[in-house]
């Protein structure tokens, strides 16, 4: 993404590293929908696309997953191995322009940089991907880049890293009681098949005070035929 456009969310976090948006907790979601990310299986490779500091990816590695997310934030990826109580290393990562910290036991790996410089040259193959509040920020962004190409290129990152069988969940936060469908199906393509799970109401005291309605979920993943 453009630098102005990254910097506002680096600012943001070190202007409180609790930032509004950011829940306390496991998201209830990921709880529901966990063996269906995972295929029920024990050690799976799953994704956090800008990830911020979610416990969720904790909890999964705690399950026995492999764990990749890709966060702007330096202050983010911090808080959350301290508040994990997991060591960590950092490295440099020349591709994605920023640095890569991994927990000691190699579990967790997070990107440190800009996820539109994420690819499969970095890592790939993932059985799961859960999205939220990346794909959804993308509207909302500052920027006079046409958002419809913005949207188009994020999908494709996600594309070119899932494994012929993986779950990808995506959460939109919706904003009245109408489903949208955010023209998910056309930004996949064809060879792909685009689930809507439906609305749901806040889930979280944090989001009390947000004047939106609730949220929505979609699983996206390869048709059979390809
Ligand atoms: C709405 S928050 C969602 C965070 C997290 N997924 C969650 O559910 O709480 C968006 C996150 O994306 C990060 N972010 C924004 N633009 C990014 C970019 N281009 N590359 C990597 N991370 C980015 C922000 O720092 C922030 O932590």
Known sequence: MMDEENTK???EWEASSSPGWAMKGINPYIKKYKDDLTKGMDCVKLFFPMCGDVEDMFWLSELGHDIVGVEISAIAI?????????EYVVTPCGEIKGS?????????RIYCGDFFLFGASIECNFDGIWDRG??????NCDLKTDKRNLKKEYINILKSVMKQDCHVFIELVVSDSTAKSDDMQSFF??????????LVEKYAPEYDSFPFKGFQFFRISKNNKI
């Open 9 to 11: 969310w680096t600012k």
């Open 100 to 108: 890569l910290y991994t927990s000691k036991t190699g579990k967790i």
């Open 189 to 198: 393509g064809e060879d792909y098949l685009v689930e809507d799970f439906g």
């Open 134 to 139: 990346a794909f959804n920020i993308l509207d």
């Open 78 to 86: 911090q808080k959350f191995f301290n508040d994990s109580n997991l």
